[in-house]
Structure formats: C-alpha cells, structure tokens
C-alpha cells in the first residue's frame, strides 16, 4: 500500500507539472486542447500553487481555462505577438496592437456573428476620433496595406479561438476588398477572458482620472495590486515579483533587480528556485551575473536557439561574433566604445550571404535582405536576453549581455602531451 500510495502521488505531481508547463506555454487553452482536460482536473491545486507563488490568477471555465499571467516588466518590448510560422509569421507593431484594441470593443459592442468588412468599416470609424487622429492612427479599407494589417489582427483572434470563420477567405480578402468578405461566429466567453488586469479600465478612467496620466502610468495603473504595508506583504509581493521574471523571461540579470529584490533573492534563492524547479521541471542556472531557469526540453520558449533553418543558422553566427566584439564577462558598458551598430551587423550578414549561399534560402542571399535579417535576427537575441540595444543620439549600438558569453567559442588548443593522453585527443573546442 505504501509503494502504491508513492507511485500515485509521482504520478499526480508529473500531471500538475505537465498542466502548469502547458500554461505556461498558453496561456489560453480551448476544450479542444489536449491539455485542457489534464489543467481541469488539478484546477485546483494549480490554482493555489499560482496565487502563492507568482501572485497569477487560474480561470478554469466548462470550455477553456485562462491563465492571468501579468508580466514582470511592462516596458519589455521584445515578445510581441505572432501569428504565423516560418517565412510566414506576421509580428505585432504598435499599429496593430492599437487596431487589435479597437477591434476587440468593437466586438464586444457587437452581435454573435460578423463580417471582415464589418469590422474594416468599424475601424475606420474609430480611427477618425481626433485623439487617435492626433498620433496619425488612420484606417481605410482601400489600401491593401491596411486590409493586411486588419486580417493579421483577425488571424490571432482566430488562433485564440474568439472569431470562428464560417465563409469565405482572408486571402480573397487582401486581394479583392469587400467583393471577398468572411463570415465569423463571436465567441463572447473568451473574449471576455482576454483581458488581463488587476483593475479594470473603468477604474482607472474614473472621473477622467486617467487624463493628466500617460501612457506608462496607465499600464502601472492596470496592473497594480494592492501591497500590506507589513513585511510578510512586502515579502509577498517580492516574491511574486521574481517567480515572475523566472517564469516568464528568459534570463534574469542581478544588475536589472532593485535593491530590495537583489536582498530577498540573495536569501532566498536556494528555497524559491528548489519550489520552481519541482513545479515545473526547469532547471536553474545560477550564474554570477544573475540567474535563469532553463527548459531542457525546449518547450517553453517563444524563440528557439539553436534553430533549423535560414534564420537559425544567422542567429548562431551573429551571437558568435557579437560575443567576440565585447565583454560580455562583466556586462555591456554603457559607453559607445562596446558592441556594434547595425550597419555593422548588416555587413556581416552580407559577407555570410556569400559564404554560405550553398545552405541558405535564396531569398535570403539578396543584398537588399540584409537589413531585414539584421534587425530580425537581433530582436530574436534581444528577445532571448542575449542582446541589448542602445539608443543614442547618433544612432545605436547593440550591446552584448552575459548570457551570451555561451556562445564564444575559443579555438582548439594543443595541451602539452603527458603520460599516455595523445595529441590527436587532446584537442578541444570549449563553449563558455
């Protein structure tokens, strides 16, 4: 009985690791999910393990559960929404962020089905309100450029689940205007579950509150939460703080951590990390600039490294020579005299264009690709806490951070022959 009752109670903590690694990874999950029945049956103790560790809230509905996962750092801009794969992904701006916003109070607003036209020309109806006019918001649905900015917006609404097409075709769309109009069914339940606040904009709106506040003060406004003046609360909250950044970025560096975060980690640390590690099967990674919790499975990522493809072989290349050009040791400086500009990336990649022409797409080899793959490949290490870029006067540099010391890889070295080691096996390729 006692070797059943152990083995039962494996099992039960490999299902809830299984669910909250799944979470983590979507945070919105439909019924038609493999995972959702698995979420649904340990709903509860995920949703106590949640709200004490990371301060995130559980939403388990019939047909879908919603994680509430707030991010640590509102001003972190390298994880922007994506729809699509490959050569075909389409990544979120500032423009599409809004219309995505515009959009969805306008189904909100809306009936049980609509049409892409229909929320075309409710779009340009937003748009025309002088605030959003002021910051040059415009939308027509006569510029394909526009109508392809409205069927991405309506893409990830797809994959999320909130619009089900019914009939007809986003490409005929792109291609012919109205003449090629989609049919959608709304569904309002999730919907509804997509935004995730700790006060509603309502709240933060009242009495026209909001109007001497910008836009960074707003985001804060949103997401505060009400913090006991007691030093249990205030250690709460620092708690949450920090499982946040470790379960939700890729690397956490000492130097970005405030004074009394760096404290609590610092005593805290081992107990936090072993909680961690033991939910959701990560790994950590303690390092002196800082720490990271790693997958080793792969799976909880937004982007992958090392990668197949075009794309993934230039990401190793550019982090290989981005790690020759700076102390990556010690931390970017903050001088100018460190890390490279991106007139400087795009002439390597010109240079590799030729090298490896063999293996790469040819639409990669174009001269005129160079920029593009630039400034795509840097986000992905920026995204992967590789990179920093800076912002000066006179341009940009891209700074290396620690983390990418890994990739520095020395040449082979000849160790002095001793006893019976031969030196054809002594030669070695160490990666820091």
């Known amino acids: 009985m006692e070797e059943l009752s152990d083995a039962l109670t494996r099992q039960r903590q490999e299902e809830q690791r299984r669910a909250l690694r799944a979470l983590l990874s979507r945070p919105l999950i439909r019924g038609d999910d493999s995972a959702f029945p698995l979420i649904r049956r340990h709903a509860a103790s995920l949703r106590d393990w949640l709200a004490r560790e990371s301060g995130w809230h559980l939403q388990s509905e019939r047909d879908f559960v919603r994680l509430h996962k707030r991010p640590a750092d509102l001003d972190d801009p390298t994880r922007p929404a994506t729809v699509g794969r490959g050569t075909q992904r389409k990544t979120f701006n500032r423009r599409r962020y809004a219309l995505l916003c515009l959009l969805l109070a306008d189904l909100e607003r809306g ?15 937003a748009v025309v309100d002088p605030a959003l006019a002021e910051r040059g918001l415009a939308f027509t649905l006569d510029h394909q450029e526009a109508r392809r900015d409205l069927v991405v917006v309506v893409r990830l609404l797809m994959e999320l689940g909130v619009l089900l097409r019914v009939a007809g075709d986003e490409e005929q769309f792109l291609r012919r205007g109205l003449e090629g109009d989609v049919l959608y069914d709304v569904d309002r339940r999730l919907l509804a579950a997509l935004l995730v606040t700790a006060r509603g904009p309502s709240l933060v709106a009242l009495n026209g509150a909001d109007a001497e506040l910008d836009l960074d ?54 107990p936090m990390l072993r909680r961690l590690q033991q939910a959701t099967g990560l790994v950590a990674e303690v390092r002196a600039e800082g720490l990271a919790l790693v997958d080793p499975e792969g799976e909880l990522t937004d982007e992958k490294m090392p990668a197949e493809g075009t794309e993934g072989h230039l990401a190793l290349l550019m982090a290989e020579r981005l790690a020759e050009s700076g102390p990556a040791e010690s931390g970017p400086a903050e001088s100018g005299s460190e890390g490279v500009t991106l007139e400087e990336a795009e002439a390597w990649i010109l240079q590799w264009q030729t090298d490896y022409r063999r293996y790469w797409r040819k639409s990669a080899c174009e001269p005129s690709a160079a920029q593009g793959l630039a400034r795509q490949t840097l986000a992905r290490l920026a995204a992967l806490g590789l990179v920093r870029r800076q912002v000066q006067r006179d341009g940009g540099r891209i700074l290396p951070l620690p983390a990418l010391g890994r990739f520095r890889v020395h040449a082979p070295t000849l160790p002095e022959a001793s006893g019976n080691l031969q030196p054809d096996l002594a030669e070695s390729v160490t990666d820091d």
């Open 111 to 125: 009936d049980a089905q609509i049409t892409l036209g229909r929320l075309g020309e409710g779009l340009g109806q």
């Open 217 to 270: 003060a707003r985001l804060c406004a949103l997401s505060e939460t009400f913090v006991p003046d007691t030093p249990d609360g205030r250690n709460r909250e620092l708690r949450h703080r920090l499982a946040r950044r470790l379960l939700d970025d890729p690397v956490v560096y000492l130097e970005s951590l405030d004074d009394d975060e760096a404290a609590y980690l610092s005593n805290q640390r081992g």
